[in-house]
């Protein structure tokens, strides 16, 4: 919101809305779980024979399946019974990883990969309730638990879980996971992209334990109207839900209140204080914050701090900050391909440090949970992105539901971490009609379930009235926004390095401006003279001409130049030189910092 001049009434109902969201569970950082990662049986499946029958009905539609459905995980009941497959036979994989890096056969691969896990467990208490929880899988999954369908998530890089208390034996428990990663056209993102399609489960699965009546969600941020007021909601999920008492408690505050919930099992929380420490990038002091329901307690770490713009200003807590910035992939620096732990994301973010960076661009899609968990306690501001990429079929409902819900599902996930202060709606997107109708229901959605962050979209750059020499932002939806972000290549698609200094930016827009990207492809070791492409000497000279150039715009507020790291592309053909690899990345995929590296993070050195 370019200036807070919504009602304490207004912000009541924002908060409120939150509610309406689907039950996930949040927070299963500080819960019970018992992790499912390690090794898992797969078999590969291009034809979907475990999915549908021979006239291809799906084999969860029928009343008596057959052995022929894999989330039965079928075994023969005598030598005469035909069983063709066999779980417990087959080769097995690890979770979490995609399987394109893991069997050199499967590298390409797009398709059906069965999943299968069996274990044991035993409740801590027998009126507690147990949830299968996947921080992620690529794309479609379909769920099965002891034979039975749990539901289907859509979506690659969000969370989802489902309740198996009811199906759930002390022992022999199977759990299988039907992983489709197809490109779609109606999917989000649609079929054309510029990162590595990775297949399988790519993030944490645990079981997450409660008790019968439990805190499943919660939002707890400072007012954006009044930094002296935490305010927000805790929701609980069971039976007897209604007229309940939570205490919330920050000891390091001395607060300790008490909230009832309303018949949906939900409380309105609202807690004044003038001696709160607000977070910040120098200092990103957290709180712990902790709920209790008839003795049963959850924590969270939580800072309190407030983001917005005034003018062509970005405000972090009432005081102007520049986002020194870079975009990162969610690639391992540590293994390669798809990164999914703690140790990829602090060596991520620690490189962004490095580099000087107080502000981080997650693209194009959200990413694990320990990114923005590792960027509160480090201070590290963050932009998360819908995986609204390019082209998508902008006229179909059913695209449009499922951007919705990808975005829902990560706004729910980090809606208490104060790192996030930007939710990007989209990347790169021609303008349209349809295009700024669905961007537009985009950004309400999202203005509706937080009120307290900035909305932005990687927007593309245009001619000033026909004149190449002047570029402009002309788009409807730079309307919308509260901080007008764009993409621009002047010097490596548009013309060489030297052409930085011939060009002049107007934007009418009286908003911040940060460029989401700009760079240009180099490989690590290839030296020349500057104006050789793909040598370190090409790219470093791109980071310093547009450094000269962007600082020309009035309301630049900061960049997050593309990219951290070289990661994987089948896009990127070149032999020799990107073998696979879009090359824009200031270090290579195996650590080596390129020239352009010590050009931004001098030019960061010298913002204050």
Request: hydrophobic share 35%; with cysteine.
């Amino acid at each position: 919101m370019s200036k807070i001049k919504i009602s304490i009434l207004f912000i009541i109902v924002l908060f409120s809305e939150l509610t309406a969201q689907e039950n996930l569970i949040i927070n299963t950082y500080n819960r019970a779980t018992k992790s499912l990662n390690g090794q898992w049986n797969y078999i590969v499946d291009p034809y979907e024979n475990g999915f549908y029958n021979y006239r291809y009905e799906p084999f969860e539609n029928q009343a008596e399946p057959g052995s022929g459905a894999f989330f039965l995980n079928s075994k023969p009941k005598d030598k005469t019974d035909l069983v063709e497959y066999d779980f417990d036979l087959t080769d097995s994989i690890t979770v979490p990883s995609d399987w394109n890096t893991q069997k050199e056969n499967l590298y390409y691969y797009e398709g059906t990969v069965w999943y299968k896990k069996s274990f044991n467990y035993v409740k801590t208490n027998q009126s507690n309730r147990v949830f299968v929880y996947f921080e992620a899988a690529n794309y479609q999954s379909d769920v099965y638990f002891n034979g039975k369908k749990l539901g289907t998530h859509i979506g690659g890089f969000t969370p989802f879980n489902f309740e198996v208390t009811d199906l759930l034996k002390e022992s022999d428990n199977f759990l299988v996971v039907k992983v489709d990663n197809k490109r779609k056209k109606e999917a989000v993102p649609t079929l054309n992209t510029d990162w590595f399609n990775y297949g399988g489960i790519t993030r944490d699965v645990k079981l997450v334990e409660t008790s019968a009546n439990f805190i499943q969600d919660y939002f707890v941020q400072l007012n954006p109207a009044n930094n002296q007021q935490i305010k927000g909601f805790v929701k609980l999920n069971g039976k007897e839900i209604s007229e309940k008492e939570i205490l919330i408690s920050i000891p390091a505050l001395k607060i300790k209140t008490k909230v009832i919930t309303n018949k949906e099992g939900v409380a309105t929380i609202e807690i004044n204080s003038k001696k709160i420490k607000y977070w910040s990038t120098s200092d990103p002091y957290l709180y712990d914050v902790v709920f209790n329901v008839n003795g049963n307690e959850l924590k969270d770490q939580i800072g309190f701090r407030t983001i917005k713009t005034s003018g062509q200003e970005i405000h972090l807590n009432d005081q102007k900050i520049f986002l020194k910035g870079i975009s990162i992939h969610e690639e391992s620096p540590i293994r390669g391909g798809r990164g999914y732990s703690v140790e990829d994301a602090q060596q991520l973010l620690n490189w962004a440090k490095e580099l000087g960076c107080n502000y981080v661009r997650l693209a194009h899609y959200p990413h694990n949970e320990h990114m923005v968990r590792l960027a509160d306690k480090m201070g590290m501001l963050v932009w998360e992105e819908n995986p609204v990429y390019w082209t998508i079929s902008w006229g179909n409902k059913d695209t449009y539901k499922n951007a919705e819900n990808q975005l829902t599902e990560v706004i729910n996930r980090d809606k208490n971490r104060a790192s996030v202060i930007i939710w990007s709606m989209a990347n790169e997107t021609p303008t349209s009609e349809a295009r700024n109708i669905f961007l537009t229901n985009l950004a309400s959605h999202t203005r509706a379930i937080d009120p307290t962050r900035l909305i932005s979209a990687a927007l593309e750059q245009t001619d000033y009235q026909g004149n190449p020499g002047i570029r402009t932002i002309h788009d409807d939806f730079a309307d919308v926004v509260d901080i007008l972000s764009f993409n621009q290549y002047v010097g490596w698609y548009d013309g060489l390095p030297e052409k930085c200094g011939q060009i002049s930016w107007k934007i009418t827009q009286n908003k911040p401006v940060l460029i989401s990207e700009f760079g240009a492809g180099a490989k690590v070791g290839l030296h020349g003279d500057k104006l050789t492409r793909w040598t370190e000497e090409f790219q470093e000279d791109v980071y310093v001409q547009t450094l000269k150039m962007l600082e020309g715009i009035e309301q630049l507020q900061g960049f997050s130049p593309w990219v951290l790291v070289d990661f994987k592309s089948p896009r990127r053909v070149l032999p020799k030189i990107q073998d696979g690899y879009n090359r824009k990345g200031l270090i290579s995929e195996d650590g080596q910092k390129k020239k352009a590296f010590f050009v931004l993070k001098n030019f960061y050195d010298s913002k204050n």
